[in-house]
């Protein structure tokens, strides 16, 4: 059966490999010159080197992703450190101390002081239980309120950089899946991973050959304007594009940014290859061979500042960290204004189900009904289940 997938993003990447490796002839179409939609590297001239439009971090527990990865035969382009582990620079304290999680599913490392956020105590992790009972209209602010210093050292970062939202709007329901199937399954699916090279590299140009190499057809530079309805469609863009190619589909429509700034100055990577930083404007760190990447999400609060302003703070606050030289280096920034879906209550009721009301279309990416955030496990999952859904339409 010969299946058009629209979108190479990764939603659309995993769709193509799913229905390839069940036999199907798959021709996929991506409006722009290269693959990989949100999460792609380029040659950048400034810096002179490859870059990624933005960090981006996922978790051991990510198993759709890892997946994909095994498919693709791109399992070791992800690295991180050997466990679960997370170091932060508290700005406010000037602290430096490491989250050190143990490797099995029970936690004792919550049984000890040493291991814990610093200045939690064992009562401060009950109140994460709420997560579980979220209604769809809780907040995440108010419902973790009780966790104390818990939030204000951990959570509220996490939870922004998961939700890509301020905690204040965020819908809490959304960060239930997180929690479900990273930090309560244990350490062992909460190891920080990320590209070792680039995010192209791992999760785009692999694909990329493996579906060439398996016959499909890729067309990239290729803007799809209309859908055949008699044909079999896996639809993988953005809700706004998606929005214009199906007419009366309801899709979120509201959108947060997400700030990174990349600066030509090599940091040794230290356990973990990144940082988390409490009490600023920097929020992750990632030191990569010659680059220092600096993620910010939620970025829409920063919208009245200068690039070079938002460069020069959070320059200040990497300094003064790591006892840097305050001159700044010669940096990018890369402001993708439309990184994710805002995740409101009242914008996670506007995404779609997997299946339309055409049983030969069904829709994938990060901003349909997954269950996940916006996040790349959430997109591949998507995916997965869009190749899977029509699959089982080809079989009735
Ligand atoms: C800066 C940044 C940081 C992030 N950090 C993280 C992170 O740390 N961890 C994490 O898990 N996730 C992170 N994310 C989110 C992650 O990148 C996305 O969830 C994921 O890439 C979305 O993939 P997708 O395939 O659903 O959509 P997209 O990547 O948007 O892919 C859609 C594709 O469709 C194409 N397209 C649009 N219209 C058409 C058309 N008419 N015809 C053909 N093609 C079309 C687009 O060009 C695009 O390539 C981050 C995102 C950004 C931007």
């Known amino acids: 059966m010969s299946v058009h997938v629209i979108g190479a993003g990764v939603a659309g990447l995993a769709a193509a490999c799913q229905l390839t490796e069940a036999g199907h002839h798959v021709i996929l179409f991506e409006a722009a010159k290269t693959a990989g939609g949100r999460a792609r590297s380029h040659y950048d001239n400034v810096l002179g080197c490859r870059i990624d439009n933005g960090n981006h971090l996922l978790l051991s527990g990510n198993i ?73 209209a809780d907040l995440v602010a108010p419902l973790l309120a009780g966790t104390g210093p818990l939030y204000t050292q951990l959570l509220e970062l996490l939870a922004v950089s998961a939700l890509n939202t301020s905690p204040h709007v965020a819908a809490a329901a959304a960060l ?28 785009v140009d692999p694909a990329l050959d493996w579906l060439r190499q398996h016959g499909a057809d890729i067309r990239l530079g290729e803007r799809v304007t209309e859908i055949s309805p008699g044909q079999a469609t896996v639809l993988a863009v953005p809700p706004w594009a998606a929005a214009e190619l199906v007419p009366g589909l309801l899709v979120p429509n509201e959108f947060e940014s997400i700030y990174n700034l990349h600066f030509k100055y090599a940091l040794p990577p230290g356990e973990a ?67 994710t879906m805002l995740a409101t209550p009242a914008q996670m009721a506007r995404r779609p189900k997997t299946r339309t009301a055409n049983p030969n279309l069904m829709l994938a990416g990060d901003w349909t009904d997954t269950g996940l955030p916006a996040t790349i496990e959430g997109a591949i999952r998507s995916g997965n289940a869009a190749a899977l859904a029509l699959m089982s339409n080809f079989n009735s």
Do not use: C
């Not at 302003?309 to 700044?328: H, N, R, T």
């Open 176 to 203: 239930r899946s997180v929690f479900e199937e990273t930090l309560e399954l244990g350490g062992y699916a909460t190891i920080p991973r990320y590209a070792r090279i680039g995010l192209s590299e791992t999760f």
């Open 64 to 136: 759709s992703t890892l997946s994909y990865l095994h498919r693709i035969g791109a399992k070791r382009s992800l690295t991180g450190p050997a466990g679960p582990v997370f170091p932060f620079h508290d700005l406010r304290t000037g602290e430096d101390w490491t989250l050190r999680l143990n490797q099995g599913s029970f936690p004792w490392w919550l049984f000890s002081r040493r291991h814990r956020v610093p200045g939690t105590r064992l009562h401060h992790y009950l109140g994460l239980l709420k997560i579980r009972k979220a209604k769809p």
């Open 273 to 339: 290859g990144f940082w988390g930083f409490i009490g600023g404007m920097t929020e992750w760190v990632f030191a990569h061979s010659n680059v220092l990447s600096v993620t910010i999400s939620a970025a829409s609060r920063y919208a009245d500042m200068s690039p070079e302003d938002i460069a020069a703070k959070v320059w200040s606050e990497i300094a003064s960290a790591f006892s840097l030289s305050p001159e700044i280096p010669i940096y990018r920034a890369i402001w993708e204004k439309r990184a």
